[in-house]
């Protein structure tokens, strides 16, 4: 299932920024997270695949969403300029951005390359 965060749950689950400077990444699984906004069309187009990934990495990964027109500090704290912006987390080591609407392959190369999950 897919998870929308807002600037609480992003510091519980993902990350504490204001309580960090060096990235740690606070979850159990590592994570995918889709900067989006609701008026944007490749957003749109990221959606449904991100949807499809969840109910096939179900238990293995997790899947979050941030609006950002609704949460612009997390927005500003990782220098999102366009949308989407897909931040891959592995659960050890430096998060790394990916931007643009990738295709469902691109999304399964990255999670078997760098979040180190197999299907």
Do not use: R
């Amino acid at each position: 299932m897919v998870e929308h965060l807002t600037k609480a749950t992003f510091q519980e689950k993902v990350f504490n920024y204001e309580a960090s400077k060096e990235w740690k990444y606070s979850g159990e699984l590592p994570a995918i997270i889709d900067f989006y906004a609701d008026w944007c069309g490749p957003c749109k187009m990221v959606a449904p695949v991100l949807e499809t990934l969840s109910k096939e990495f179900e238990g293995k990964i997790h899947i979050y969403k941030v609006n950002t027109d609704k949460e612009q500090e997390l927005s500003a704290v990782f220098g999102i300029q366009s949308i989407p912006s897909i931040l891959f987390v592995p659960k050890e080591g430096q998060p790394q951005m990916a931007m643009g609407a990738l295709p469902k392959a691109s999304f399964v190369s990255a999670i078997k390359d760098l979040l180190k999950v197999e299907g």
